[in-house]
């Protein structure tokens, strides 16, 4: 039944957009929004294949009421050209896929970079295999940090707590520091957090201060514990009909928007904090200024998570992908594993 409806679902949306299209029109489905930090870079990388003779047609998930964790199969099935998705909750359809951004793994944005760089062709060798799409871009909303609507001190604090999750291996890390993983969607968190059904998030300071997210929690622990990978993702059937002159200006414009989306990724974390943990906070309209309590970070919960990654995280993720996909397991150990010193026995 619900195979059935979201086949629907997406044929729904597929006559919404209009389906037929060619090679050199872009319909384009994102999560993002001008009040995110990552739009600007977004529109300029429209902008850029406006100005190369790209018809762009751009939808918002949200306007449409379409679920994020539906971007692959919107593409799959051509009801788009492109799409935005975040990683972990699309993995859902392929574990594979997380393994790109696993929970307790790569917890600062250079260690990251150096995962997505080893991981990247395995994955969109995956995406093309299994879904016929590919990644034209790849990169982090930022660290992933720990807002509460209660007291907090450290990470046994969770204990008993319904903290909102996204991923797999989010729920697993939740699941071992005592709490109940809650499995929502960017857009359901705030009601939730204002509602009482989660007392905590984890999503990026960033992101949490355009998302008004301190107008409903009280205390930000910014320990992070992964970089929330998405990706522009484009049906490959389309992106092999483009000329080589189409071609190569969507590449050029989607590596522009790339590089632009790492450097939001990596400056505008600090600035975000601050502003949203009381601290200095520029007048230019993209923050907004709160007075969160701001926790320090210890170094036992740093260890903790390490330690449940590699002794949870890690093989439970390797048992369920080896069961979709076998030898995954020695596919992630050479690449983000070679990359982050890690290996899954």
Request: aromatic letters at 8%; hydrophobic letters at 40%.
């Given at each position: ?20 299209a ?7 489905i994102?999560?993002?929004?001008p ?6 870079a ?5 902008d850029a ?6 018809a ?8 449409l009421g379409?679920n ?6 919107l593409?799959?099935s ?7 998705i975040q990683v ?6 392929d ?18 970079k150096?995962a997505?760089d080893?991981?990247?062709d ?9 879904f016929?799409v590919t ?13 509460c609507?209660?007291?907090?001190t450290?990470l ?14 989010m729920?697993t890390?939740l699941e071992?520091?005592g ?13 939730a ?16 201060n ?7 929690t009280?205390?930000?622990y ?8 998405q ?5 490959l059937?389309?992106?092999?009909g483009?000329s080589?002159?189409d ?8 590596a522009a928007?790339?590089?632009e ?10 600035t ?5 943990t009381g601290?200095d906070?520029p007048?230019?309209?993209i923050?907004t200024?709160y007075d969160?309590?701001l ?6 919960d740093?260890?903790?998570?390490a330690?449940i990654a590699?002794?949870?995280?890690l093989?439970?993720?390797?048992a ?6 076998p ?14 010193g890690?290996?899954?026995e």
């Open positions: 039944m619900l195979i059935t409806f979201r086949s629907a679902l997406l044929a729904s949306v597929a006559c919404l957009v209009g389906v037929a060619s090679a050199d029109s872009l319909r384009l994102t999560q993002s929004d009040s995110r930090a990552q739009y600007p977004e529109i300029a990388a429209l294949l406006q100005g190369d003779g790209f762009v047609t751009r939808n918002e998930y949200q306007a379409v994020l964790a539906d971007g692959l199969r593409i799959s051509g009801a788009f050209d492109m799409a935005t972990g909750s699309v993995a859902k359809d574990p594979f896929l997380e393994g790109i951004d696993l929970i307790g793994v790569s917890t600062d944005m250079g260690d990251l150096g997505v080893a991981y990247r395995v994955f969109n060798a995956r995406l093309e295999e299994k016929g990644a034209a871009a790849i990169w982090p909303f930022g660290p992933q940090v720990f807002l609507n209660s007291d907090m450290s046994a604090d969770l204990k008993g707590l319904k903290v909102r999750s996204f991923t797999a291996s729920s890390l071992n520091l709490a109940t993983p809650v499995t929502l969607s960017f857009p359901e968190v705030y009601p957090l204002q509602r009482g059904v989660a007392s905590c998030g984890v999503t990026s300071p960033t992101s949490s355009s998302g008004k997210w301190p107008e409903v009280t205390h930000l910014p320990l992070s514990v992964s970089g929330s990978v990706a522009h993702v484009v049906n059937a389309w992106l092999n483009l080589a002159e071609r190569a200006g969507f590449d050029k414009a989607m928007m790339e590089a989306l790492w450097n939001v990724a990596t400056s505008t974390n600090d975000a904090q601050a502003c949203s601290g906070c007048e230019d309209g923050y200024s969160m309590t926790v320090p970070v210890s170094d036992d740093k260890a903790q998570v330690e590699v002794s949870k995280i093989p439970e993720w390797a369920t992908c080896e069961s979709s996909y030898g995954c397991t020695s596919i992630w150990n050479e690449t983000v594993g070679a990359a982050r890690l290996t899954i």
